[in-house]
């Protein structure tokens, strides 16, 4: 079956880093996106990898190894703003995403 | 980016009744529509996937005559509740892609709906 694991909840402090891990088991793979999404919210993209390393845009980086099936969300600088669920998502070989169940990042004065 | 609008935000409705949710794609054409619900402190539960002119492909165990999905055209779905009841009460969300790309989904802002 189709997998994707990512912790529940996780604590940081403002103005700290964080970093929020991925693993995932698909029927082929089209790319792993992460998004953001505030209480009552919808989703909101953050970033896309479909190749191996890492992308870097402003505070927040993502990171892709294909061979171990993992990636993580890197947020730096940690703003209370930041508070919210982050949410991991592979698209297939349909190009149907398949989604994690969302790691609610609570952020601490 | 692209924008994609939802329609309404929130509505209460009475057990029994139906309700009907719009999406749209306000700066791109969307080949394919996507609906998902949300129940609270959940993720993402994708009910179906519509193109445009075709009907629409429905998730197991989610029934098609319950929630209706029309396509009509490049901007525009539409999600029919029908003979809503109390469980029904969720957050829907719509999202669309664009002809031109394989895979970045716009989200609509949602809708809230609340049945009594």
């Known amino acids: 079956g189709q997998n994707i694991d990512q912790p529940t909840e996780m604590t940081a402090t403002e103005g700290a880093i964080v970093q929020i891990n991925c693993t995932y088991q698909?029927?082929?793979?089209?790319?792993l996106f992460w998004y953001q999404q505030h209480a009552g919210e919808a989703p909101t993209f953050l970033s896309y990898?479909?190749l191996d390393g890492l992308e870097e845009k402003g505070r927040f980086s993502s990171f892709l190894s294909r061979s171990k099936g993992y990636s993580y969300l890197l947020l730096k600088e940690l703003q209370m703003k930041d508070s919210a669920s982050y949410l991991c998502a592979v698209s297939d070989s349909n190009y149907q995403l398949i989604w994690g169940a969302g790691t609610k990042l609570i952020i601490k004065p | 980016g692209a924008v994609v609008s939802q329609h309404p935000s929130r509505v209460i409705c009475k057990s029994g009744t139906s309700v009907k949710i719009e999406c749209r794609s306000l700066?791109?054409?969307?080949?394919?529509m996507f609906w998902y619900r949300q129940f609270p402190k959940k993720s993402l539960m994708l009910m179906a996937t519509?193109?445009?002119?075709?009907?629409?492909?429905?998730e197991q165990g989610v029934e098609k005559d319950k929630f209706l999905i029309n396509h009509a055209s490049l901007t525009l779905s539409t999600l029919t509740v029908t003979s809503a009841h109390p469980e029904d009460s969720s957050f829907y969300i719509c999202?669309?892609?664009?002809?031109?790309?394989?895979?970045?989904?716009?989200f609509g802002p949602g809708t809230r709906l609340t049945v009594t």
């Open positions: 999202s669309a892609r664009s002809s031109g790309t394989d895979y970045e989904q716009y």
């Open positions: 990898n479909v």
């Open positions: 700066d791109f054409q969307a080949t394919t």
């Open positions: 698909t029927s082929g793979f089209n790319g």
């Open positions: 519509s193109n445009e002119g075709s009907k629409a492909t429905y």
